[in-house]
């Protein structure tokens, strides 16, 4: 019953756990916002679906202040609205989804009518669910999709048993695993930066590339929900996932076509050619309070009260992956992420080697792209030019493509619009395929064992700074090199 996409039938998207933080603070405001832009089939229903009781009017009343709302859509708004409809049910109970399929059918008139089930739903209930749909909602006259989102596992192990589990139900084609990352700009335009350019395809190699440094910094820490957070700790939460699926965006060889499963078989293979992380090529942190900062920042991680006073956790962690095939051997691929940082950001260096048989006396720097995730997506080359007029010296300089002054018109959407929008569409190239997953987790299960076993205790890093001061010395090793010397001048609007 896949591919039966037409979208003049009618569609129900079930979105389970609707009470909960995802569904209030994304989810809804997402579906809001397609349904608003007539991206949706026009005949759509959404069924929110969780234990609390409530109606659709405290559901709303809820998530209003999530959704942004633009003066003349009130009465756009009030449809919305008028298609939601919420059942109160267990996650175990498979009278209840008996229940849940009741109220789905009732809308399904018509040859046709396909079903989507969003799981924003805690690990500890997510077998019950799932077969629970299987059993009890699966749709008898078109497809039904099921979006789950991470954690998938917390190792290798654990993770399969959830992929076996998953296969038993469904078809790889009716999973959707959400990897928010895929759906974001820049990150979408990595394959066509990388092959749809001719100045850059032929120069991506160890040839030419020193290292590739992709990081993500956010600045603030857990604020009192770190109890999550402490069993996953920063490797699971954003490395093992975001980083290694930007980097296998940055460094696979070109599919053959664009077809999904055409992309992410080179995803896999380039996965494939990395050895399991090593302890050697790790460092982890873990953020104290600052005692001159304001607020939150004067309480580290342990302060947190959620989280174990002797607790290990990374909330910061730096680790250098090598691709062991002939076009990046002995390059190394810098992750970097962290919590409680300076600043949000997440971007992608590729910094180049410096230029063979210099003749400026030593004052190249090497290029640098820069392909900037957020915030104000920008792609940007750090080149090294004449300085402008009589002098004859030497300058470092950029080619910028800053989104917010080239494309004033566009409105970059958010990455849950594109990847929910994809599963209606059935495209699956944004979405992470089983074996993705698994060779995602054998890099990183070692070295998270070996971590957790020897209860290896992280650096300290202070609240609101770059990260620990060692990571710098890593970088360098990493054959990362800062200069401090590069100046940009914002352009002026105009
Ligand atoms: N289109 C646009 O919007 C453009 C914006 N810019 C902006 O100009 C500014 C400078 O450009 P940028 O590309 O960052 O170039 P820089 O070479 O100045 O800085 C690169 C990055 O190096 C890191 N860094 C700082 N100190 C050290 C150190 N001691 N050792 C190693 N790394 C260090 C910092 O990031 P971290 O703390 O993460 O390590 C810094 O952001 C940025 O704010 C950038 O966003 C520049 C060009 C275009
Ligand atoms: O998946 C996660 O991502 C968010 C950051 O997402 P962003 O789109 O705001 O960059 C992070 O805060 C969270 O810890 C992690 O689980």
């Known amino acids: 019953m896949e591919n039966k996409t037409d979208f003049q039938y009618p569609h129900t998207f079930v979105l389970l756990g609707a009470s909960g933080d995802l569904a209030k603070k994304k989810i809804y405001p997402t579906l809001w916002y397609l349904f608003r832009d007539h991206l949706l089939p026009k005949n759509t229903k959404f069924i929110g679906y969780a234990r609390t ?12 202040k999530y959704m942004k709302v633009r003066p003349g859509e009130e009465e756009t708004l009030k449809a919305f609205w008028d298609a939601n409809d919420y059942v109160a049910g267990s996650y175990d109970k498979r009278i209840d989804y008996e229940l849940l399929n009741q109220e789905i059918s009732k809308h399904e008139k018509g040859p046709l009518a396909n079903r989507i089930f969003y799981l924003a739903v805690p690990p500890t209930v997510f077998e019950d669910v799932t077969i629970n749909i299987r059993n009890a909602c699966i749709a008898l006259k078109g497809y039904s999709r099921v979006i789950i989102e991470k954690p998938f596992g917390r190792d290798d192990e654990s993770s399969e048993k959830l992929s076996d589990h998953l296969a038993r139900l469904f078809k790889e084609e ?9 759906g974001k700009e820049m990150v979408q335009n990595l394959m066509t930066i990388r092959f749809a350019n001719q100045i850059f395809s032929p120069s991506w190699n160890r040839e030419n590339i020193a290292s590739v440094l992709i990081s993500f910094k956010e600045p603030f820490g857990t604020e009192g929900r770190g109890g999550y957070f402490d069993s996953f700790g920063i490797l699971r939460d954003v490395m093992q996932n975001h980083l290694l699926q930007i980097l296998s965006l940055v460094a696979m060889e070109k ?20 050895k399991p992380i090593e302890l050697k090529d790790i460092l982890v942190g873990q953020y104290v309070g600052n005692p001159d ?12 009260p959620t989280v174990p006073k002797d607790s290990v956790t ?9 691709i062991n095939n002939s076009r990046w051997e002995g390059v190394p691929f810098i992750l970097r992420c962290g919590k409680a940082l300076n600043e949000r950001k997440a971007e992608v260096r590729i910094q180049y080697k410096d230029v063979p048989g210099d ?14 995730v957020q915030p104000g997506e920008a792609l940007y080359l750090k080149l090294m030019c004449k300085s402008p007029g009589m ?4 300058m470092e300089t950029e080619l910028d493509l800053t989104y917010s002054l080239r494309y004033k018109e566009t409105d970059v959407p958010d990455a849950y619009e594109r990847l929910i929008l994809d599963v209606f569409t059935g495209t699956q190239m944004h979405f992470v395929r089983n074996d993705e997953l698994k060779e995602a987790w054998r890099i990183f299960t070692p070295v998270l064992k070996q971590l957790e076993n020897e209860r290896f205790k992280p650096v300290p890093y202070v609240y609101g700074s770059r990260g620990p001061p060692e990571a710098d010395e890593r970088l360098a090793q990493y054959d990362f090199k800062y200069s401090g010397s590069y100046k940009w001048q914002k352009p002026t609007l105009g």
């Open 53 to 64: 009781k409530q109606t659709v009017a405290e559901v709303k009343e809820k998530t209003i």
């Open 174 to 182: 009716q999973i959707y695993r959400i990897d928010h990352y895929l």
């Open 255 to 274: 599919p053959v076509t664009l077809n999904p499963n055409d992309i992410r078989d080179e995803k896999v293979k380039v996965l494939r050619h990395i």
């Open 293 to 304: 900062g304001k607020g939150e920042e004067t309480q580290g991680y342990l302060d947190d």
């Open 314 to 322: 990374p909330t910061y962690a730096l680790a250098a992956v090598y």
């Open 359 to 372: 003749i400026f006396e030593g004052e190249t720097k090497r290029n640098e792209l820069v392909i900037r």
């Open 391 to 394: 002098k004859f010296d030497l």
